[in-house]
């Protein structure tokens, strides 16, 4: 079991910045990818942005040239800085983690809410 755990969210006029972290538990596993995911109110939970450990990063289009991913894989962290917000990227955010064996982890959520 991999425990990860959050931190970051908040609330944010239009336009400005946010930074979300999420460090993973230590244990006998290694991390293929980690990632962030959003579920605004009434829609599904999608993929915000992934990286893996050797450092491929996919984006969703809509937060394509604002959001940036990064990780530090000494520490199991992934970090997500999000630039340029605008009302639709109000959301509970979720930190994600795959495991080289296949297993999927995810954080409790963290609310971001971008409203003047």
């Known amino acids: 079991q991999v425990q990860l755990v959050e931190s970051g969210g908040g609330l944010v006029q239009p336009g400005g910045s946010l930074r979300l972290s999420c460090a993973a538990s230590r244990g006998s596993y290694s991390t293929y990818a980690m990632g962030w995911y959003r579920q605004a109110p009434g829609k599904q939970r999608e993929l915000v942005a992934r990286i893996t450990s050797g450092g491929s990063t996919i984006y969703a289009d809509s937060v394509k040239g604002r959001f940036t991913i990064s990780r530090d894989n000494a520490k199991n962290t992934v970090d997500l800085q999000m630039n340029s917000l605008k009302p639709e990227d109000t959301g509970v955010y979720y930190c994600?983690?795959?495991?080289?064996?296949?297993?999927?982890?995810w954080g409790q959520g963290t609310q971001v809410t971008v409203s003047s």
């Open positions: 994600w983690i795959l495991t080289m064996d296949g297993s999927e982890f």
